[in-house]
């Protein structure tokens, strides 16, 4: 038998359109997104100021596919179609019936999922005019995919990431020096936002949402930067829908389909690229899945948040979606290492949680790691933090299809690499790596901050 069986397509398979699940959602529209200046729905005006006429076409659109700009295919095809492996070693080793794959998106350049919406933003941001790109950054994945984007295109990057994973995560700053970006500690004393933070809380460790308002607050004072954003947004969310395009096509080479289809959230990027497409043939009358939303306990948007419209950063710059959120002021404790540090996540995302389309559940980081490192040692692949979360919940269902008997297909995403997370696994190793327990004081403290509509 061999130990781990390949699927790949054609560099010709690369897919030609981002699926849009909007177009496929029983019910109401999705909920708009609100005006932080005065809680209307966001007019295209507004929209315009954020990202180019194309971008608010994909975020606001309600057709099932948005054609790929060529330009964008050819730059995927470097690394696209991603293999979709089975892992055999690592079912022998839990002595299940289940069959577990994965898509393996640490095939990119930057190592992540990240590129597939790095690149397209990129893309527009050029056309449109823009000679630079600014954003913010949790663990460095996105931050990574920025810098590689905008070095692809000639333009300029700035990046503003959170203090506590700067520190933790030394190789993510130099991977964008590398590739000629500028890397922020954030809160920083380069914007009123990061000021007022560190004025409150000079230690501050920082948290997504402060480094959202400072890289909101830079691009709205210099027209010749473009604001990019990693995760969460509708246009986000379709263009990483190339994963699980691939997937359905790959599981057709395997002769199988998914029973289970297994996701880390933060912002909901890789979950929904590997979902999405599953679910929208699902919707469609085509086989049912079980879609699993895994994140961390220390930052449990759908398992401990509630659905509200609120802001996506902490200085409240940026425009207010209805999402689960813990709320905007929500920081993660600083022993956190696992990345998937959003207070909210995408409103696609949480419809289908509401809708009950898709399930989620929070995990400790130390038995995330137990997993990412058994797998490791299995089909040898370090896998980054984030992905230990999907590789945690797939091992678990595994064992309880050997429990039940039951033979069941596990797809998982394993969405990068993690040879820049080795300060992580050191500490896991020593010892060191603690589970966070959330005090119910800070958890009510932002749930507080959520504005009341």
Known sequence: MVDRVKFQLDD???????????????????????????????????????????LIDQEIGTEREFEIPEPVRQIYAMWRPAPLFRARRLERALNTPARIYYKYEGVSPAGSHKPNTGIAQAFYNKEAGKTGLVTETGAGQWGSATALSAAFFGMTAK???????????????????TYGAVCTPSPSIETAAGRAILAADPKSPGSLGIATSEA????????????????????????QTVIGQEALRQMELADDYPDIVIGAAGGGSNLAGLAFPFLGAQLRGGPDVRIIAVEPASCPTLTRGRIAYDYADTGRVGPLFRMHTLGHSFVPPAMHAGGLRAHGIGPLISRTVEDKLIEPVAVAQTRCFEAGVQFARTEGILPAPES????????????????E???????????????????????YFAGSLEDDVLDEAVLAAADASIPAL
């Open 12 to 54: 010709k398979d690369v897919p030609t359109t981002w699926y849009n699940l909007a177009a496929d959602l029983p019910g109401a529209p999705l909920a708009p997104a609100l005006s932080a200046a005065t809680g209307a729905p966001l007019g295209r005006d507004e929209l315009a100021a954020l990202m180019p006429e194309p």
């Open 159 to 177: 990046v503003f990431m959170v203090r506590v994973s700067f520190e933790q995560k030394p190789y993510r700053k130099s991977l964008m020096e």
């Open 216 to 239: 909101l607050e830079t691009a709205a004072g210099d027209p010749s930067l473009g604001y990019v954003l990693g995760s969460a947004a509708n246009h986000v969310l379709a263009h």
């Open 388 to 403: 230990t979360h999907a590789i945690r919940v797939a091992i678990d269902e595994a064992v309880r299809c050997r429990e």
């Open 405 to 427: 008997g039951r033979s069941q297909a596990i797809l998982f995403g394993l969405s990068g690499h993690g040879h820049f997370d080795l300060v992580a696994y050191e500490k």
